[in-house]
């Protein structure tokens, strides 16, 4: 992938309506540039969703996908082996989601969105569609002042923007919470005193501690696209 890292001129043909905002994303980051006078690459969707295959015939490289994701990842064999006559790369993919977790609840400071631009490209390039979001208390919560109380909280809008990012580039993002221990950032304040167990364990059996995760639930759902959350105990 070292390659990748070298602005490539790239003059694409055929459909890339699906893919444009993530080319889009790949020039800024100064990943590539889409000129006439570029490599020219021929994009073909296809209907099986889980394949990629990218290829050569004479001066024209083309590029077969079925999942947006697979689409930057062929891109990425182009950039690499551009000069190779005999490129013909076919890969069917072996898991439905493939991707890493990120923790941005220590240190009392997350990943800002450029960062997150940045990331989200070269996983993308790398096929990597999953991208797992681990929130102790570092976002907004209507009605809990103090959850994530200066610990650099993300707010509803800033992880929108995050997931709009990632699913430009084919990326599913999970939002990762917590809904019983690991929680001491939280309920170190004396307003969570009557939904404790100790300093970082929540009280099970307690009717406001069930509301309060609910609450948690629907505010760590609500900026993404994915129907799946990760609760952690």
């Known amino acids: 992938m070292g390659s ?16 444009f905002g993530g080319i889009n994303i790949l020039i800024k980051q100064g990943i590539i540039e889409n000129s006439e006078n570029g490599i020219p690459v021929r994009v073909v969707p296809l209907s099986q969703s889980n394949c990629l295959h990218v290829y050569r015939k004479n001066h024209l490289f083309f590029i077969e996908y079925g999942k947006k994701v697979q689409f930057f990842r ?4 182009v950039m690499q082996y551009w000069d190779h006559d005999n490129l013909d790369i076919y890969e069917t993919s072996r898991f439905d989601l ?24 070269r ?7 999953m991208f797992m979001i681990y ?11 103090y959850f994530g109380y200066l610990r650099g909280r ?3 809008q800033d992880l929108k923007t995050c997931d709009d990012i990632a699913f430009a580039l084919g990326i599913e993002i999970i939002p990762c919470i917590q809904t019983l221990a690991h929680l001491i950032d939280a309920l170190k304040w004396d ?8 300093d970082d364990t929540l009280l099970v059996g307690e009717e406001k501690t069930y509301r309060f995760i609910e609450k948690l639930i629907v505010t760590a759902s609500k900026p993404f696209r994915t129907k799946r959350i990760h609760l952690g105990m």
């Not at 070298?6 to 694409?12: G, L």
């Open 98 to 121: 493939n991707g890493v977790m990120i923790d941005v609840s220590q240190g009392n400071a997350v990943i800002n969105l450029s960062q997150y631009e940045k990331l989200f490209a």
């Open 123 to 129: 996983m993308a390039l790398m096929g990597l569609d």
């Open 135 to 145: 929130m102790e208390d570092n976002y907004l919560v209507e009605g809990e002042p």
């Open 191 to 198: 307003c969570y005193k009557d939904i404790k167990e100790d």
């Open 4 to 19: 990748c890292e070298v602005t490539m001129k790239i003059n694409f043909e055929g459909n890339i309506d699906t893919v």
């Open 74 to 77: 062929a891109l990425s064999y």
């Open 154 to 156: 993300y707010t509803e």
